[in-house]
């Protein structure tokens, strides 16, 4: 399918992606094939920079760090900024490219965004239908993890 050279601590890495299902993973890495059971990350395919993203399904991203879940969950949670009429940043990065403006309609699957991290581009799209009631961020401005991109009325 897809094939990466990556450095890890300076030691390096071929890592070619056989197969992808919508919680699981199956990478060959140096040689060796790993089974790699994620959690899904709602709203985000992961693309090459300068790729169009793919027709059909988005691709998950790696699960989250262990450290502080307890917190990000509650924080995604709370009413006021993470409810699920909001949009948020499911890791940190740069916005590169803002797709929807203020009082446009969406349909749920549609880019809102592009977030680049770790040079590689995700489609950040809309989880439900819905109206965009306010962008937060600008093209080029570094977000956090769980950071509020969009709402939505």
Same mark, same amino acid.
């Given at each position: #399918? ?11 890495? =071929? ?9 699981? $993973? =199956? @990478?060959? *890495?140096? !040689?060796?094939?790993? =089974? $790699?059971? %994620? ?5 985000? @395919?992961?693309?090459? =920079? ?8 988005? *691709? ?12 990000? +969950?509650?924080?995604? /949670? ?19 490219? &803002? ?14 965004? $592009? ?7 995700? %489609? %950040? /799209?809309?989880?439900?239908? !819905?109206? &965009? ?10 977000? +956090? ?5 969009? /709402? #939505?009325?």
């Amino acid at each position: #399918m897809k094939q990466y050279k990556l450095a890890i601590n300076g030691n390096p890495y =071929t890592v070619k992606i056989l197969e992808l299902a919508k919680d699981v $993973v =199956t @990478a060959e *890495v140096n !040689g060796i094939r790993h =089974t $790699v059971a %994620i959690d899904e990350i709602e709203n985000l @395919a992961l693309f090459g =920079t300068g790729q169009q993203p793919p027709q059909s399904q988005p *691709v998950p991203a790696a699960p989250s760090r262990k450290a502080g879940e307890q917190k990000a +969950t509650a924080a995604r /949670t709370a009413p006021s900024l993470f409810g699920s009429d909001n949009v948020i940043a499911p890791i940190p990065g740069q916005i590169i490219a &803002i797709n929807v403006a203020r009082g446009q309609e969406i349909c749920k699957g549609e880019p809102v965004l $592009v977030l680049e991290a770790m040079k590689m581009e995700n %489609i %950040i /799209t809309a989880k439900r239908d !819905g109206v &965009i009631a306010e962008i937060c961020v600008s093209a080029g401005e570094a977000v +956090t993890q769980d950071q509020v991109l969009i /709402t #939505m009325a």
